[in-house]
């Protein structure tokens, strides 16, 4: 990896001077592009947001232009700009699988959870892949809608298409137990400490269950276990205070 290093950095130093050699001759949306993506690879977010505003304004119909944008505002933190460059990507074509699974993703994280659901679900009706990390965002923008009975499915289908992955049992079992389903919520807790034993949100349902059971001590001997893991899980240790 340490000499790999030095010749990408020599590739990608090379490919920029020869895109700015080509821009300063006839720029083009597409080059300027490109040019960005290397800024970007760079981390010279000031130089790669001077070539993408100058890509659109030369081609305002280059999508990927304001998807970029929309990429580095939300890398910096503003929504509001990365919400809005995301928008016009999409007013300009409909959203691919890949655009409309960033828009949901930025529109949860400005807790936007009404249409965020809508565009995971746009996503995940295009995408031919595992979509594991889709079903969860979009189970999660459903929780925070209420529509408990539709993320309720959404994770069944997980954990029944991706039994391996933790994730979908841990967050059916959080969701059951939210509703007080603890008897079906406490199978998939420990189904997702079997494939994860570090899983310390795992080990918390199932001690909380116990707890509801009248078991103090069953939940203090899980919890302790999941200490050993994670010795400062901020949630273990105040559940461990509170019980104490």
């Not at 936007?112 to 892949?129: L, M, T």
């Not at 059916?172 to 420990?190: V, Y």
């Not at 899980?222 to 949630?235: F, K, Q, S, V």
């Amino acid at each position: 990896a340490s000499l790999l290093l030095p010749a990408l950095n020599r590739a990608r130093e090379k490919a920029k001077a020869a895109f700015e050699r080509s821009i300063a001759l006839q720029p083009t949306s597409k080059s300027l592009i490109q040019l960005a993506r290397i800024h970007m690879a760079n981390r010279q977010e000031i130089s790669a947001q001077a070539a993408l505003e100058e890509a659109v304004r030369l081609e305002p119909a280059a999508v990927i232009g304001y998807q970029l944008l929309a990429r580095l505002a939300k890398d910096r933190g503003d929504l509001a700009s990365a919400k809005g460059r995301y928008l016009e990507a999409a007013t300009r074509q409909v959203p691919d699988r890949q655009l409309a699974e960033e828009i949901g993703d930025c529109l949860r994280a400005a807790s936007e959870f009404v249409a965020a659901a809508e565009y995971y679900r746009s996503a995940i009706s295009q995408d031919e892949g595992e979509r594991r990390n889709l079903l969860l965002a979009y189970a999660e923008a459903l929780t925070e809608l209420a529509d408990q009975s539709l993320a309720e499915h959404v994770l069944e289908f997980g954990v029944s298409r991706f039994g391996e992955d933790p994730r979908f049992a841990l967050q059916l079992g959080s969701l059951l137990l939210a509703q007080h389903r603890p008897q079906e919520a406490k199978p998939l807790f420990e189904q997702a400490l079997a494939l994860q034993p570090a899983l310390s949100e795992a080990r918390l349902g199932l001690a909380r269950i116990a707890l509801e059971a009248g078991d103090p001590q069953r939940a203090i001997r899980g919890l302790t276990e999941g200490l050993r893991h994670d010795p400062y899980h901020r949630e273990t240790l105040e559940l461990l205070h509170q019980i104490h």
